[in-house]
């Protein structure tokens, strides 16, 4: 049994149902991909487990199932960075990151959450007064996953960390998300980049139309031409190097 087992999962927009009673599970201490294309569903399978839109199935996170609110999700380790990093212009790099500790109940963690950061982020160290709203687009998304991580996620969720970056912050960013996952923390990775999460995770997910149409191990989609012909761009195998 996963860390987070969806049972059934169905969300609206409008009256129109976008996911179509989906079911996942997440290993515990493992990456997990969900790739597919532009408005397969990727997104809102996130937003659903956050809180964020209203749905319906059962969510069993941890053995108990998963609250509806957003702010008590955040409480019980499941945080989100989302699509676009959103930080907090006007506020300087370690105000957003002490924001990401709202939760904490032990103030005194605070500080040692945040050399943890800059160890795991030296360039967020180096810009620890400057406003967030200057950062460059990578240094943004750097700055979105560590103050996810200051919530001490039990399981963090990425929502297309590499959109709008170029392709050397793309790489960094991978290796940041690789790192943060050999820690022990738990990853749902949403991403249009489909062969590099698929170069990451130990298992994923291929959804198309608001259901999950494959479920394998990261390689062995890599190594499916079905999936290489349709996400990939190519028929052969594919080098993760």
């Known amino acids: 049994m996963g860390i987070l087992e969806v049972t059934d999962l169905r969300v609206w927009y409008d009256g129109l149902e976008a996911i179509h ?3 996942l599970s997440l290993p515990e201490g493992e990456i997990t991909a969900v790739i597919g294309s532009n408005g397969a569903g990727k997104s809102t399978i996130i937003k659903a487990i956050s809180g964020m839109v209203k749905r319906s199935g059962k969510l069993i996170f941890q053995n108990r199932d998963l609250p509806e609110k957003s702010n008590e999700i955040v409480r019980r380790g499941v ?3 989302p699509e676009g990093r959103k930080v907090f212009a006007g506020l300087t790099v370690e105000e957003n990151l002490r924001l990401g500790a709202y939760t904490n109940s032990h103030p005194k963690e605070i500080p040692e959450l945040l050399e943890k950061q800059y160890e795991t ?10 406003d967030s709203g200057t950062l460059s687009g990578g240094e943004q998304q750097m700055l979105a996953i560590a103050r996810a991580l200051m919530a001490k996620p039990l399981l963090l969720m990425l929502d297309e960390p590499s959109l709008g970056l170029a392709p050397i912050l793309v790489s960094e960013v991978f290796n940041n998300i690789v790192q943060i996952g050999q820690s022990g923390t738990t990853i749902l990775l949403v991403e249009q980049n489909a062969r590099k999460s698929l170069c990451i995770c130990s298992k994923a997910y291929v959804i198309e139309n608001g259901r999950i149409v494959i479920e394998d191990t990261g390689e062995n989609l890599l190594n499916n031409k079905e999936i290489a012909n349709a996400y990939l ?6 080098s993760c190097n």
Do not use: A, T, Y
């Open 21 to 23: 009673g989906i079911d």
């Open 79 to 81: 945080v989100q960075v």
């Open 121 to 130: 982020f030296p360039r967020l160290k180096e810009r620890r007064n400057q």
């Open 233 to 238: 761009g190519s028929s052969k195998r594919l």
